[in-house]
Antibody, heavy 117, light 107 residues
Framework: EVQLVESGGGLVQPGGSLRLSCAAS????????MHWVRQVTGKGLEWVSA???????YYPDSVKGRFTISRENAKNSLYLQMNSLRAGDTAMYYC???????????WGQGTLVTVSS | EIVLTQSPATLSLSPGERATLSCRAS??????LAWYQQKPGQAPRLLIY???NRATGIPARFSGSGSGTDFTLTISSLEPEDFAVYYC?????????FGQGTKLEIK
């Protein structure tokens, strides 16, 4: 059974940093692209980043230069380093596995990030 | 950036009725479009990928169609558990954008 478990969320001050982790199990992690997607409470989904099996990374302009996605295949783990956090980054952050189509098929339950003074 | 526009924003229907949800792209995304269902307090669930392929375990009442800029998610006969928010997402170009969602509510 595919499982994705996020951790690392919490309350952080504007300008601060946070590192999210995602522990993966039930599939061959090293063979799958991975995504981070976020959702402001009561709002829609926003794609945040992706990493390919070769370590290639992708970001939207809204987080480029502030967020860094990485993976550690030996630990079946995905990470999101978030720097220079803003109030607008407050959201639930989901880790997701990419299907053969490239888009997420399995999702974790999310970890909540709150940026506030 | 490709903008996906979903319509309607809210769709009010009764169980047993047919639901038709639309997703329009600001430029062609070929067939590189997925549909997700999200219920309150839950993570999204993949329904359809590459415009018309049902994901594993998705009931046959869900179907997707379209190519280029116009896509449709059809639920042939609504079950009580189908009332939720539905999102489309494209993978033709980075960034992989989502539509703003359609809320399917019970009439």
């Amino acid at each position: 059974e595919v499982q994705l478990v996020e951790s690392g969320g919490g309350l952080v001050q504007p300008g601060g940093s946070l590192r999210l982790s995602c522990a993966a199990s039930g599939f061959t992690f090293s063979s799958c692209d991975m995504h981070w997607v976020r959702q402001v409470t009561g709002k829609g989904l926003e794609w945040v980043s992706a990493i390919g099996t070769a370590g290639d990374t992708y970001y939207p302009d809204s987080v480029k230069g502030r967020f860094t996605i990485s993976r550690e295949n030996a630990k079946n783990s995905l990470y999101l380093q978030m720097n220079s956090l803003r109030a607008g980054d407050t959201a639930m952050y989901y880790c997701a596995r990419a299907s053969v189509s490239g888009l997420p098929d399995y999702w974790g339950q999310g970890t909540l990030v709150t940026v506030s003074s | 950036e490709i903008v996906l526009t979903q319509s309607p924003a809210t769709l009010s229907l009764s169980p047993g009725e047919r639901a038709t949800l639309s997703c329009r792209a600001s430029q062609s995304v070929s067939t590189y479009l997925a549909w997700y269902q999200q219920k309150p307090g839950q993570a999204p669930r993949l329904l359809i990928y590459d415009a018309s392929n049902r994901a594993t375990g998705i009931p046959a009442r869900f179907s997707g169609s379209g190519s280029g800029t116009d896509f449709t998610l059809t639920i042939s006969s609504l079950e009580p558990e189908d009332f939720a928010v539905y999102y489309c997402q494209q993978r033709d170009n980075w960034p992989y954008t989502f539509g703003q969602g359609t809320k399917l509510e019970i009439k």
